[in-house]
């Protein structure tokens, strides 16, 4: 660049007749041009090699902190119960969430019906209990674990195997 502001470069005849002068950048945005590229490079090595900090620490740290705060449950933690309150306590829980895909009266429908002897996933009580808490995406059951918690999974397993001993009359 030269240090002549009033020189034209000439190239009035490639853009429509308009001049284009060869003005220097002004001092103070070069400076901050080359002090954003410092503050760059060294704000990197400071995060990553002296603070010891990246992204995956961050969420590492993150989700520990979640699962402190919001310990996972599963199923395993409540123990199957087979007893009148928890068969009475799911057949509630049944009418709002599950009749609608197995029927009211678990006939089936949508979803496959619980009073025959040929269950797809299992007709034990760990088997149910895990079906219900992990869903069958496959087949459009979605995972009701986090919904409802191990304690009316239990309740709602104990209902409909109580149902099926007697459609089936163990």
């Known amino acids: 660049m030269s240090k002549d502001t009033n020189e034209i470069l000439g190239h009035a005849d490639e853009a429509d007749g308009i001049e284009e002068y060869d003005n220097p950048l002004p001092d103070w945005w070069l400076g901050m041009f080359w002090l954003s590229i410092l503050w760059a490079f060294a704000y990197g090595i400071h995060y ?13 740290a993150e989700m520990a902190a979640a699962d402190a705060r919001w310990p996972a449950q599963t199923a395993a933690t409540a123990e199957f119960v087979m007893s009148d309150e928890a068969v009475a306590a799911g057949e509630t829980i049944f009418a709002q969430n599950c009749a609608v895909c197995h029927g009211a009266n678990l006939e089936g429908g949508i979803g496959p019906t619980f009073l025959d002897d040929e269950w797809l996933h299992g007709g034990d009580p760990q088997s149910v209990v895990h079906t219900i808490t992990a869903g069958v995406p496959d087949k459009g059951m979605l995972s009701w674990g986090p919904i409802l918690g191990p304690e009316k999974i239990n309740q709602v397993a104990a209902y409909v195997l109580s149902k099926n001993r007697q459609a089936v009359g163990q």
């Open 48 to 60: 990553h090699f002296i603070a010891h900090r990246s992204q995956p620490a961050a969420l590492a």
